[in-house]
């Protein structure tokens, strides 16, 4: 990389670390500079070419006037508000009249443009608009117009002298020398009688008037206005770039209070929210969306904390049953029945490693389930002949060909089976189990004819480490988390799980719900 490439790599870096505010109203200011800018320079311009024009149409005009007098034989020509730069040359190339400073110009009969034709019968002809090169000023007379520094005299202002239209003139000459001027050509035809130097046979005098339009007259027109928009364009680009800044800090306004509010949430403050603004912008999604993602946060952490209470508060039994029982044994080895010994080891251990398993899928992030297409009929009709093998009163009284659903097949059988076991746990006497669907969805009905559940408790067994019974022994009565697991399951397949004691028969049924592969987002 050259030293000359580096910079405009570094400018970019420079302005994207510039603070949000600052790059707003620093582009914001460009632009207005640009725009200000554009529409000074076309006004400039716009009232200078009209100037202009007005000034080409008064010398067209006076060029029709002073043909007039020329036509009528009158020596001295000149514009009777001011003295407008002019020269008239006969056919002979004798200068017949000068005004403007003309006369102090050199060689100026050489460098003008061609006369135009003579019209016939008229005395004047119409004015021909061509241009001009000046060439220098006559400065034969230096020291007559110039002080000793070379600067020109100014002119006497307390008299009208000979000399003092002399210095007008040549100061006009000035302004007039090495410029491309636009001359107006008109031809003049005086008559004999009024003819002083004669050029035709006939004693009259054919000649052509130059007017010259004055280079300046746009420039003094346009004088007032280079000031004001000279400075008044930056003004109103800083105007506006400081009304962009402040507009730009009052937007981020809201930003800067959900900054400090995130910055004061911690660990123990997860119920803090930031402020929602009114506004229907980018702002506001942004305060929904950390809210959102707070929401999430405190689920996750609330999640990791019911985990930790409910690992330390459960596994705290079977572990000191089994602490309990090597203890013992280490201490009494004459004394104990060693198989009785290491029997009730192996159960603690047991159901500390199926707490430990419960715990662990709850405890996992909610990612979705997978989306394989899994037969729900023949997945409770493989677990029924699984429960009857063993002796339990499982029965399936109704029951579709296929049932299938998208899912993760290892986690809707455990679903089923906490179903099963919590319901072979409850029953007295039988376990239905009935399978329907309506094209959208499947559901799966399981109902015992144990003791009915209340309204209260047909929410709250779902809930970790609920026991309605809690008399219940608790090695034969599980472990509270069954019916939590198959909740948390049945919602990452997008489908329900609830309870109830409505069925026709004594007891209590638990429904689940689960989306056809037609209504299974992917």
Known sequence: MTAQQRPSHRTPALFRALPGQ???????????LVLFGSGAWWLFQHVRADAYRTTENRAFELSVQLAAQAASGKEILSDPLRGWPLIEVDRAGRTIATAGGTQDLTDLTALLPPPPAQPPRRTTGSPQRDTVHVG????????????????LKPPPSSNTSAQQKELIAHRQAHTLAHRTLTVFATAVHTPANACGLPTEADGSCRSTLYVFVPPDDAKQATAPLRAPLITGVPLAALLVAALAWTAARRSLRPVEAIRQEVAEITDTSLDRRVPVPDARDPVRRLALTTNTTLDRLETAVERQRRFVADASHELRSPVAALRYELETALAHPGTIDTHRTLHDALTATRRIHTLTEDLLLLARPDHPAAHSLIDLAGLAAELVHEYQHHGHPVSLRSSPDQAPVRGDGAQLHRLLRNLLDNAVRHARTAVVLDITGDGRTH????????????PDECERVFERFTRLDEARARDTGGSGLGLAIARDIAERHHGTLTAHSDHPHPGATFTLTLPSPRETTP
């Open 22 to 32: 600052v790059r707003i109203a620093l582009v914001a200011g460009i632009a207005a």
């Open 443 to 454: 559901t799966v009905s399981i109902h015992n004819d144990g003791t009915p559940l209340t």
């Open 136 to 151: 220098a000023v006559d400065e034969r007379d230096h020291d007559r117009f110039h002080r000793s520094d070379g600067t």
